[in-house]
Nanobody, 119 residues
Framework: QVQLVESGGGLVQAGGSLRLSCAAS????????MGWLRQAPGKEREFVAA????????YYADSVKGRFTISRDNAKNTVYLQMNSLKPEDTAVYYC????????????WGQGTQVTVSS
């Protein structure tokens, strides 16, 4: 089985920064991409950012471009999300996810970490 464990969430004032981490462990045979998604209260889960595992290509939602940066450490099977210039509307539970089969969908999910941005 594969486990994804997120860390780094918390409470921060608007304009502040947080860095999320997500470590993958277990029976990992391949990794095609990892991503971050978020879900705010009363809203659907939405895409935030993703990174291809081999080439490191990055993708961002328009709402976070220029403020968030996704990166990876292949040796540690870990993905990061550096979040700067945080806004109250960034408040959500952030989930990391792993595309392990290269089929364009996420096969494994973390348990989520709460990010709260106060105004």
């Amino acid at each position: 089985q594969v486990q994804l464990v997120e860390s780094g969430g918390g409470l921060v004032q608007a304009g502040g920064s947080l860095r999320l981490s997500c470590a993958a462990s277990g029976r990992i045979f391949s990794m095609y991409a990892m991503g971050w998604l978020r879900q705010a209260p009363g809203k659907e889960r939405e895409f935030v950012a993703a990174i291809s595992w081999r080439r490191g290509d990055t993708y961002y939602a328009d709402s976070v471009k220029g403020r968030f940066t996704i990166s990876r450490d292949n040796a540690k099977n870990t993905v990061y999300l550096q979040m700067n210039s945080l806004k109250p509307e960034d408040t959500a539970v952030y989930y990391c996810a792993l595309d392990a089969r290269g089929q364009g969908r996420y096969d494994y999910w973390g348990q989520g970490t709460q990010v709260t941005v106060s105004s």
